[in-house]
């Protein structure tokens, strides 16, 4: 099988490690024990064990953009084997495996999380509209990982608009690490990642394609599509708290008042 590490923990980021692994029809993807673990299935279908034992069938999308995905949670001390099932129209198993050592709050068991028990929400509107699906919430049993998508409802929107932050610790914010990764619809399109700290004055701009991926660990971090083009990124979060109080700066709060 192939996999494709894209970032890897202690040398871009502190907790989080992220790869991506493809598997052709019969192939098995094994996840052994060692750090708390969330495989994201991208696209295909997998036949499931978790510890040993008969977990059922996960996946079912063709691609990112056509709906929410089943995950497989991980504790620690859990192992699974994901073994890829064809489905006949050439969709092979693509997994994102992510991550992180264990924390201070206790993890929770090894399960499937299914598409449908997700949380699927529209943020914002206009053209900073997009859905929002969280896979593995801050209220979800885990112990350090919090993980979830975005899609943009329409393409050259706007996304984590009004920008905000989460890289100091305070009762309106924490400490948290990010990693995205990127599809863009049309695969030849691209999208502008803005990053801006104004703490410290550092602005700059990077253009995003499919299939990359960026650490995001100070600052504001807003991102839009270019025109004619849907965007989407999984979205991992992890730090010494495993809580979402997010910093938004206040120039643009206005933004999310309500219509007139």
């Not at 920008?163 to 924490?174: A, F, K, M, V, Y």
């Not at 999208?191 to 600052?219: C, F, K, P, W």
């Not at 083009?229 to 809580?243: K, N, T, V």
């Amino acid at each position: 099988m192939n996999g494709t590490s894209l970032i890897r923990a202690g040398e871009q980021t502190k907790y989080i490690s992220l790869d991506l692994i493809a598997a052709q029809p019969e192939e098995t993807i094994e996840l052994e024990p060692g750090a708390e673990r969330l495989a994201v299935v991208l696209s295909g279908r997998a036949k499931v064990a978790l510890d040993g034992e008969d977990a059922g069938v996960v996946g079912g999308r063709a691609d990112v953009f056509e709906g929410p995905g089943d995950a497989v949670y991980l504790p620690p001390a859990s192992r699974a084997a994901l073994v890829a099932a064809g489905d006949g129209d050439g969709t092979n198993l693509t997994v994102a495996v992510i991550s992180a050592p264990s924390g201070p709050q206790q993890p929770g068991a090894a399960r499937i999380i299914p598409a449908a028990t997700q949380r699927e929400t529209v943020v914002g509107r206009d053209n900073w509209s997009r859905i929002v699906r969280n896979i593995l919430g801050p209220d979800d049993p885990a112990s350090r990982l919090i993980v979830g998508e975005t899609v943009h409802s329409g393409t050259g929107a706007w996304s984590s608009f009004p920008p905000h932050r989460h890289d100091r610790e305070s009762q309106d914010e924490t400490k948290l690490e990010e990693v995205y990764y990127y599809r863009v619809h049309p695969a030849n399109g691209f999208a502008v990642q803005v990053r801006y700290d104004t703490d410290t004055g550092r602005e700059d701009l990077n253009m995003v394609r499919d299939g990359d991926a960026a650490t995001i660990t100070s600052g504001f971090h807003p991102l839009v599509a270019a025109a004619g083009h849907d965007l989407y990124y999984l979205w991992i979060l992890a730090g010494e708290q495993r809580a979402m109080r997010v910093y938004i700066d206040p120039r643009y709060r206005w933004v999310n008042e309500p219509a007139q």
